[in-house]
């Protein structure tokens, strides 16, 4: 499922060839479930047509498109959320389930817009666990407002972070898994954190873990959160991409940056 690296490229894909561009068509899916429209579907349509794209942000596992007036649309990717943008290589992940060069646009869209130069985008979501929203203000409100800092733009500090998991009574990845205490972690970022350091926590151990954080979710962002470029050695490979074979512990080796 797409964690805070698949949701970072989709952002800075988005920042690099639409921001700056009128929207002049807009599409959003019939599906109330995925697709959150009090006013209705034909009211968020028109809001979005003929706003300028001015920004694409982005906290946890949430993005949202900042246009020069509100209201906002707003993704929460869930199980199987993607953004597509016709033409440019965004990023591929695990059970993104959607090829973009089938049809276009999917038939799993849920949010479709074409752009002032003919650029065309979508939000697509076979699983139908996202939701496509509309906000004057994202981050004041449910479920943004209620993350806790992101794991890349807002790290803790390392004596914060040591504190904060000394008075947490759980488990260390359920810990890791919630929002409200670091924003953008899922599944494959905790299994591989904790993998790494694979080790009692410690004083060093939490240091370890805080550093490791940083590690995977950089790494991954770096590499446009793209599994194929993933270091050998890493979980993912096994727990995720079905790899065969043994994860060989004792023979990790931690990559200097």
Known sequence: MPE???????????????????????????????????????????????????????????LWLRLDAPPFPSF?????GAIYIKGVAVTKYKRSAVNSEDEWPSKYSKFFVELDDGLEFSFTDKRRFARVRLFDDPETVPP??????DALFEPMSVDNFV??????????????????????????????????IASS????????????????????????????????EWLFHHRWGKKPGKVDVSGYCRKEN
């Open 4 to 62: 805070l690296p698949e949701v970072e490229a989709a952002r800075r894909a988005l920042e690099a060839h639409c921001v700056g561009r009128r929207i002049t068509r807009c599409a959003v899916a019939d599906d109330s479930k995925v697709v959150v429209a009090a006013a209705g579907r034909v009211a968020f349509e028109r809001a979005m047509v003929g706003r300028t794209i001015v920004a694409a942000r982005r906290r946890g596992k949430n």
């Open 76 to 80: 929460q990717f869930g199980m199987a």
């Open 144 to 149: 943004i407002s209620e993350l806790g800092p």
């Open 163 to 196: 504190d904060s998991l000394s008075r947490k009574k759980i488990g260390i990845k359920a810990l890791l898994l919630d929002q409200s205490f670091i924003s953008g972690i899922g599944n494959w970022i905790a299994d591989e954190v904790l993998y790494q």
């Open 201 to 232: 926590l410690t004083r060093e151990s939490c240091e370890a873990l805080h550093q490791s954080i940083q590690e995977v979710v950089k790494y991954a962002v770096d590499v446009d959160a793209d599994c194929d470029r993933f270091p050998v």
